[in-house]
T-cell receptor, first 107, second 121 residues
Framework: AQRVTQPEKLLSVFKGAPVELKCNYS??????LFWYVQYSRQRLQLLLR??SRESIKGFTADLNKGETSFHLKKPFAQEEDSAMYYC?????????FGAGTILRVKS | GAVVSQHPSWVICKSGTSVKIECRSL??????MFWYRQFPKQSLMLMAT?????????EQGVEKDKFLINHASLTLSTLTVTSAHPEDSSFYIC?????????????????FGEGSRLTVL
């Protein structure tokens, strides 16, 4: 079955520290993975997708098929990065989400 | 940019009544819309896939007679919670898939509404 696991409910770091939000997936097919972000009082929005291999707001994520992971990383956290982050897996026409990780960046 | 709007954003109703939530794609056409339910501090759970002009496809465990979905046009999908009970209280979120530049469905980016909070007394 398709599954996305985000093991950390909350990740708290200091400003300027590196950030890694973990995401593991379970899918028998060829995965298409995304990271979505939800800032306080705002709607869910796409942060990045693995097929684009892009860096958005300093964040990157590499798909590791061997480890079935798609961890989100940023070398230097900023206070405005504080938000809820969801990892998502697309299968067929659907999107399944992980439980989400709250990132808190402290000054 | 692509905008998806939900209405109402917040609704309180009495137990036993029905509530309709609208999801509109404001500046693009969406042949497919999705309805999610989110419990406090939990993830989004896909309830159903709404296809324009055809019946919705419900996920396992979701009562289709309880959660009626209609996708009458390329810009509007509605979710009606029938005979609502307190356990139906939740945050309902819709998303719409923008058709990809190639013109094929299923490749376009997904845009989310702001969500609708339902409280059933």
């Amino acid at each position: 079955a398709q599954r996305v696991t985000q093991p950390e409910k909350l990740l708290s770091v200091f400003k300027g520290a590196p950030v890694e939000l973990k995401c593991n997936y379970s899918y028998s097919g060829s995965p298409e993975l995304f990271w979505y972000v939800q800032y306080s009082r705002q709607r869910l929005q796409l942060l990045l997708r693995h097929i684009s291999r892009e860096s958005i707001k300093g964040f990157t994520a590499d798909l590791n098929k061997g480890e079935t992971s798609f961890h989100l990383k940023k070398p230097f956290a900023q206070e405005e990065d504080s938000a809820m982050y969801y990892c998502a897996l697309k299968y067929g026409n659907k999107l399944v989400f992980g439980a989400g990780t709250i990132l808190r960046v402290k000054s | 940019g692509a905008v998806v709007s939900q209405h109402p954003s917040w609704v309180i109703c009495k137990s036993g009544t029905s509530v309709k939530i609208e999801c509109r794609s404001l500046d693009f056409q969406a042949t497919t819309m999705f309805w999610y339910r989110q419990f406090p501090k939990q993830s989004l759970m896909l309830m159903a896939t709404s296809n324009e002009g055809s019946k919705a496809t419900y996920e396992q465990g979701v009562e289709k007679d309880k959660f009626l979905i209609n996708h009458a046009s390329l810009t509007l999908s509605t979710l009606t919670v029938t005979s609502a009970h307190p356990e139906d209280s939740s945050f309902y979120i819709c998303s719409a898939r923008k058709v990809g530049t190639s013109g094929s469905a299923g490749t376009g980016e997904l845009f989310f509404g702001e969500g609708s909070r339902l409280t059933v007394l």
